[in-house]
């Protein structure tokens, strides 16, 4: 699926250690990682991925996991540097999303799938600032989480484009996220957002 939508495919393993080997021989661009692999069908996959990105920060990285785990979500997102995307298996079937969320990723921006963002959402302890949110703030944070662009955000919302930036404008306001020419404010807006 990749290669026929432009990818080149350098490695393509089935462990964690051949991963973890893929990963620091080939340096590819991105990375395609299921969390669960052998031996031990835990965490290599993930544990992988973070090491790549501790050795090469920033390194983009998309996750794949057959169910929402709260802690593997956290942890991929804990380094702050974006380029990191985190979906379940069967959204690659849906083979226009699953390639948004690599292309998204390996351009720096985030990919977290619906029901990630939804579950992360829902524990209930809203600390610091992103607490001040309103609920459409929160809505339009959690269309930026899934990768959306405003325009899409203002059609799936059905608001104008002009609400749109409005929204976003507060909530850089409330995350205190200023301009910069050296960060992107989506990406720290959403790192703010779901690691409360």
Known sequence: MLTEHGFTVVA????G???RKALAEERPDVAVVDVRLPPSFTDEGLQAAIQARRDRPGFPVLVL????????ARELLADGAGAVGYLLKDRVANTGQFIDAVTSVSRGGTAMDAQVIAKLLTRGDARGRTGELSPREREVLSLIAAGRSNAAIAHQLVISASAVNKHIAGIFGKLQLPESEDDNRRVLAVL?????
């Open 192 to 196: 703010a957002y779901l690691n409360r």
């Open 65 to 72: 996991s057959q169910y929402v785990e709260q802690l593997y």
């Open 12 to 15: 393509a393993v089935d462990n």
């Open 17 to 19: 250690p051949s991963l």
